[in-house]
């Protein structure tokens, strides 16, 4: 499966962002989707992970409450709604796609990656 993600930029601390992913190639239904990012210097992280119908969503502590995973199957498309933004929030955010049932949150189960887009949070 092919991913392309969009919607980073620049914004202000508190301000918000809406980050999309849209998946070609497979049957994205069939997939776990999930958000990561890394920051310069930094390991790739964890962000939101989202099942196959969006029922069942995992979040980093660090974004919990903050940010919102969901994804229309019919659009082949999975989002990522990042509100009340810091400058930590700073890096490259990645989608990634795994095809299995269990939603994971590890960055070395996902068998699929787009090629990141930045999210600059000034202070």
């Known amino acids: 499966v092919q991913l392309q993600a969009s919607g980073g930029g620049l914004v202000q601390a508190g301000g918000s962002l809406r980050l999309s992913c849209v998946a070609s190639?497979?049957?994205?239904?069939?997939?776990?989707m999930g958000w990561f990012r890394q920051a310069p210097g930094k390991e790739r992280e964890f962000v939101a992970a989202?099942?196959?119908?969006?029922?069942?969503?995992y979040y980093a502590g660090s974004v919990k409450g903050r940010f919102t995973i969901s994804r229309d199957n019919a659009k082949n498309t999975v989002y990522l709604q990042m509100n009340s933004l810091k400058p930590e929030d700073t890096a490259v955010y990645y989608c990634?796609?795994?095809?299995?049932?269990?939603?994971?949150?590890?960055?070395?189960?996902?068998?699929?990656w787009g090629q990141g887009t930045q999210v600059t949070v000034s202070s």
């Open positions: 190639g497979r049957t994205f239904s069939n997939y776990v």
């Open positions: 989202i099942g196959w119908s969006g029922g069942t969503t």
């Open positions: 990634a796609a795994r095809h299995t049932i269990v939603v994971v949150t590890s960055t070395t189960a996902y068998d699929y």
